[in-house]
């Protein structure tokens, strides 16, 4: 079994936390540090990222999806929870709720996708990294990440540095197999077939996976909701207290 690092705060309901491609648990310091008021917060580094395993060979996302089933039922005993996925983990999200439904009480799917009409942004990056490492792409990464406004404050800027410099410490073959994996989805069928409550939090100036995305995923998924936040990519870094409260109404909604 791959090995995850995983961390655990709080006591309430679970909630887990799943992060973005090429960064780490710690992306959800100041998301984790509020819930686990009121609830039993599990974050956890994918394979390849992180403290938790690197797996050699193809990856799928469904993988992921697997290792995340896996440690809900380790870490949860049974109880089912809110899983909350942001990009790569709002991808890990989408399969989880198909294959998995009895170990979720509702699914939210942050700065996220469904699928890519074009890889060939994906293909680039990976070959890049397989040339010239991790390094090579982070300054790119990390500029989509979080609006110009928000990196140019003095919390910003120490945000932009820490996800700079976990992304530069990511395994580069893992980097490159995760990035292929992220390319390779397709839930618009068995978005279809998701029957677990659904939030989906859209970044109003999110450059990588613009509003159209989230709205794609809204009208597929049955019953689907809508939030967006004025932010980039990495929302919960960037807007913390507001992505909390949008977890926070939509839980209490139901």
């Not at 655990?8 to 100041?30: I, N, T």
């Not at 609830?39 to 996302?61: E, Q």
Request: glycine share 6%; hydrophobic share 50%; with cysteine.
């Amino acid at each position: 079994m791959t090995r995850l690092n995983v961390v655990r705060e709080g006591q309430g309901p679970f909630v887990v936390l799943s992060h973005a491609l090429g960064c780490d648990l710690h992306m959800w310091d100041a998301v984790a540090a509020q819930l686990a008021r009121a609830h039993t917060v599990l974050r956890y580094d994918h394979r390849n990222h992180g403290a938790s395993d690197v797996v050699p060979g193809a990856l799928r996302i469904e993988t992921l999806a697997q290792d995340a089933a896996e440690l809900i039922q380790r870490e949860a005993g049974g109880e089912p929870v809110h899983f909350v996925g942001l990009s790569m983990g709002g991808m890990t999200a989408q399969a989880l709720a198909v294959r998995h439904p009895e170990l979720l009480k509702t699914v939210v799917i942050a700065n996220s996708a469904a699928h890519y009409p074009d890889q060939a942004p994906w293909r680039a990056r990976a070959e890049t990294v397989n040339a010239k490492g991790v390094a090579a792409v982070a300054p790119g990464a990390v500029a989509r990440w979080l609006t110009p406004a928000f990196a140019a404050t003095p919390e910003g800027a120490v945000a932009a540095m820490a996800l700079h410099d976990t992304l530069v410490r990511t395994n580069a073959q893992g980097y490159i197999e995760s990035c292929n994996a992220v390319a390779a989805i397709d839930f618009r069928e068995s978005n279809h077939r998701v029957a677990v409550p659904t939030l989906v939090i859209g970044g109003l100036q999110d450059e990588a996976t613009p509003m159209a995305m989230s709205e794609a995923m809204v009208s597929a998924i049955p019953g689907a909701r809508l939030a967006t936040i004025d932010a980039a990519h990495i929302s919960a870094v960037e807007r913390p207290v507001e992505f909390t409260q949008l977890l926070i109404d939509f839980w209490r909604s139901l």
